[in-house]
């Protein structure tokens, strides 16, 4: 296994989906999807369990057949190549590693299929197995193994061979906690020394944002939005999106009126300026989405304000976060960092403040 | 204490039917046949108190030795032949099959209901000079002339993989199932072609069951007569048919009980080679 970092070419794709369909009897998993991975990127496909994202990883994989499209990978078509002769390996939900092997010869599969000599793979097994820091475990068997030392044995063997596209299916999901944020960490470091493409399946939103470089969020079998972590959180296509990536207050809002730069909206018994253009004509119903760490108690825009009454507060170590009802009825939650300042009391009245540029305007 | 008392107490008069049954039908004939296979006989064929090895000693000649070979050979075919058309039928079914997989299954069974020596006479039929087999190959002009199939070896044969296929099945049925299918994805994803997956994957995770199996098909193959008989003739003499003649035909009980008793030794010998290759088999996990 070679240590030199490879630097993404940022502009070549590496896997492409031309119009891909995947229809199981009634059922349609995936509908005419485009999609296109970059080489050397970490790309996650992110969205509900049944969202078509792991059906995606199964046909990059070959699992699955198409019923309709294409799919490329490194330029070549793919579509009707089986399984065992794509370039591409997996990490399994579940680890599957072989029960009836020890940890080297699962981690040597892939050198053994391929006649590798007997010295070389044993060699490469064990680089692969020391780049997880399993190299002390090479004799045992997969089931005296813990799930994070399994999960690690899964990612040497998947990365032996030097794949062109590491796809990984929800590797961590079985993992706790602590244990899971510090493989995130490693896949992630992983990754970028090893420059190889890696196509990661999640429900976990947070997990998506910290480690990939782009995110598609899928729902339905289609994509709703594809953007970079902070693409997916500051500029929300949609609602579903805005609600889905992290918390999001939705408050609903009457647009009063509209010109090239800023909208006016009804909300919360007051009038505010939502900037940019949203080309939602006047009285129309909307909803208005802004992030609970946007909201701010110290009027910094003492134009753009609503006043609500402290409902709840909830301490969460590093962060306090409140619940307002505003005049309206509606709620709106604030999140602020624990600075050691007081803390407003409950049934207080306060002024909220909104920065136009945080606040955005979605269709209902 | 009391309650512990009465709990083995309980569990003890629950026991004793099947403890009696098996005692009075199983073990006590069983102790007779051992006890007769040490015993004298009259030129009558009555059987005489004594003890001598003499019927042992009988055993060591060549002709008996052939029945063994015999026997072994018949058995070892009918394995290697209920194995090699059992492991399709179980994969097809484990994998393949889908929800018609219960049905195969009950398929399988159904001629169990039926008695075995009568489905053994359907061969006879079948296999016959005018059996349905010779008509139609006769028919569809392949021969011109139907063919002795009957009193051959693989007419036995037949018969034996028919009766034993069954109990093939199901011990392999049993071992593949429970296999994660995720392991043949990741075997082909990692590069192993079908044949390679199965090969290096598949049968060695399925291999508890082959071995059950080739214990079920083996020792009751050892002691088998009806079918040679029916099927085969009766030409090479068996363990099986020894034992019948021995008894029934020369009234010669002592030697038939002695041939019994190598027929049981040779039958735990295969139930301990079971159990050790299990005991390794399992070790690989």
Redesign the interface.
């Known amino acids: 296994m070679s240590t030199t970092i490879k630097y993404p070419s940022p502009s070549k794709a590496v896997v492409e989906l031309r119009g891909v369909e995947k229809r199981f009897a009634a059922f349609t998993a995936l509908r005419r999807m485009d999609l296109t991975i970059r080489e050397g990127e970490f790309f996650t496909l992110l969205g509900p369990s049944g969202c078509g994202k792991t059906t995606t990883l199964r046909l990059i994989?070959?699992?699955e057949l198409p019923s309709e499209g294409q799919i490329m990978i490194a330029g070549q078509d793919v579509s009707n190549v089986?399984?065992?002769l794509r370039p591409?390996?997996?990490v399994?939900q579940?680890y599957?590693l072989?029960?009836?092997m020890t940890v080297l010869d699962n981690v040597a599969?892939?050198l053994?299929?391929?006649r590798i000599t007997k010295a070389e793979r044993l060699e490469r097994a064990r680089a692969a197995l020391d780049l997880v820091q399993m190299d002390a475990f090479g004799d045992r068997?997969p089931?005296q193994l813990s799930g994070g030392q399994q999960q690690r044995v899964a990612l040497a063997?998947?990365l032996v061979?030097e794949p062109q596209v590491l796809l990984l299916d929800e590797p961590l999901g079985a993992l706790d906690l602590k244990l899971r944020k510090e493989m995130q960490a490693e896949l992630k470091a992983m990754q970028r020394r090893l420059g190889i493409t890696f196509v990661f399946v999640t429900h976990d939103q947070e997990e998506a944002l910290s480690m990939s470089d782009r995110i598609a969020l899928m729902k339905g079998g289609e994509i709703v939005q594809l953007d970079t972590p902070t693409g997916l959180y500051d500029r929300p296509a949609n609602a579903y999106v805005a609600d889905f990536i992290g918390e999001t207050n939705m408050i609903p809002a009457r647009v009063v009126s509209c010109d090239a730069d800023a909208t006016l909206v009804e909300a919360m018994g007051t009038r505010l300026r939502v900037s940019g253009y949203h080309g939602q004509a006047a009285g129309a119903e909307v909803q208005m989405a802004i992030r609970p760490e946007r909201v701010s108690d110290e009027i910094a825009e003492p134009s753009n304000c609503a006043e609500g009454v402290l409902a709840d507060i909830e301490f969460i170590g590093t962060d306090l976060r409140m619940a307002y009802r505003m005049t309206d009825g509606s709620r709106v939650v604030m999140r602020r960092q624990n600075s050691g300042r007081a803390a407003p009391q409950l049934g207080e009245t306060r002024r909220l403040g909104f920065r136009q540029q945080d606040l955005r305007l979605f269709s209902r | 204490m009391r309650r512990e008392r009465r709990e083995q107490l309980q569990t003890g008069l629950m026991l004793t039917p099947s403890v009696l049954l098996l005692a009075l039908f199983i073990l006590l004939p069983l102790c007779v046949v051992f006890a007769y296979s040490f015993a004298l006989r009259d030129p009558y064929g009555a059987v005489l108190p004594g003890f001598t090895l003499d019927n042992y000693k009988e055993l060591v000649q060549g002709v008996y030795l052939r029945v063994l070979m015999n026997s072994f050979s018949l058995a070892g075919m009918t394995t290697v032949l209920c194995l090699l058309i059992g492991y399709p039928v179980a994969y097809f079914i484990a994998f393949k099959a889908g929800r018609a997989a219960p049905a195969l299954l009950l398929l399988l069974l159904i001629p169990f209901w039926i008695n075995f020596l009568i489905r053994i006479s359907a061969w006879v039929v079948l296999l016959g000079r005018g059996g349905l087999i010779n008509k139609g190959l006769v028919f569809s002009g392949l021969i011109d002339e139907p063919i002795g199939m009957l009193g051959t070896v693989a007419a036995t044969l037949v018969g034996m993989v028919y009766a034993f296929l069954p109990v093939t099945v199901f011990p392999i049925y049993a071992a593949l199932t429970p296999i994660?299918r995720?392991?043949m994805?990741?075997?082909?994803?990692?590069?192993?072609?079908?044949a390679?997956?199965f090969w290096?994957?598949t049968l060695?995770?399925s291999l508890p069951g082959v071995l059950a199996a080739a214990l079920f098909v083996f020792v009751p193959s050892m002691g088998v007569f009806a079918i040679p008989v029916l099927l085969g003739g009766g030409k090479d003499i068996i363990l099986g048919n020894l034992i019948v003649q021995l008894f029934l035909e020369f009234r010669n009980i002592p030697v038939g009980a002695a041939v019994s008793i190598l027929l049981l030794v040779v039958s735990g010998f295969g139930i301990l080679l079971y159990m050790r290759a299990l005991r390794r088999v399992e070790a690989?996990?």
């Not at chain 2, 994805?185 to 079908?194: F, H, V, Y």
């Open positions: 994989a070959g699992f089986p399984t065992h591409v390996h997996t399994f579940n599957a072989f029960p009836h599969f892939p053994t299929v391929r068997k089931s063997r998947a061979n | 994660d995720r392991l994805e990741a075997g082909a994803d990692l590069g192993a072609g079908p390679e997956t290096r994957i060695p995770l690989m996990k």
